[in-house]
């Protein structure tokens, strides 16, 4: 019953900005995690950064000072404020939620069908 839609993708100069979002959008759910992760073609998939369920948030080291991750829990959105762009963050970036649905101790894992970023010199 979840839907997961990603945006915010795009063609950049390198040294500017890009906001990527993650909504899920359902009947009585909550995000109790997030993350987003990013993959480079014939490369393996690896995380940039995620929020715990209590709102820690962690970097990798590629995007740490850069990028910011955050959570709205009204809207059921997470997003990546990515500044500072380096032609090397070109990739597809995909959100990764950890959901519970009310009534339930249960966990789901859901994945953002990709967006496209890519940055030019």
């Known amino acids: 019953q979840v839907q997961l839609v990603e945006s915010g993708g795009g063609l950049v100069q390198a040294g500017g900005s890009l906001r990527l979002s993650c909504t899920a959008s359902g009947s009585d759910l909550k995000i109790n995690a997030a993350g987003w992760y990013r993959q480079d073609p014939g490369k393996k998939r690896e995380l940039v950064a995620g929020i715990s369920s209590t709102g820690i948030a962690t970097y990798a080291d590629s995007g740490k000072g850069r990028f910011i991750i955050s959570r709205d829990g009204a809207k059921n959105t997470v997003y990546l404020q990515m500044n500072s762009l380096k032609p090397e963050d070109s990739a597809v970036y995909l959100c990764?939620?950890?959901?519970?649905?009310?009534?339930?101790?249960?966990?789901?894992?859901?994945w953002g069908q990709g967006t496209q970023v890519t940055v030019s010199s």
């Open positions: 990764n939620v950890h959901v519970i649905l009310l009534g339930s101790t249960t966990v789901w894992d859901y």
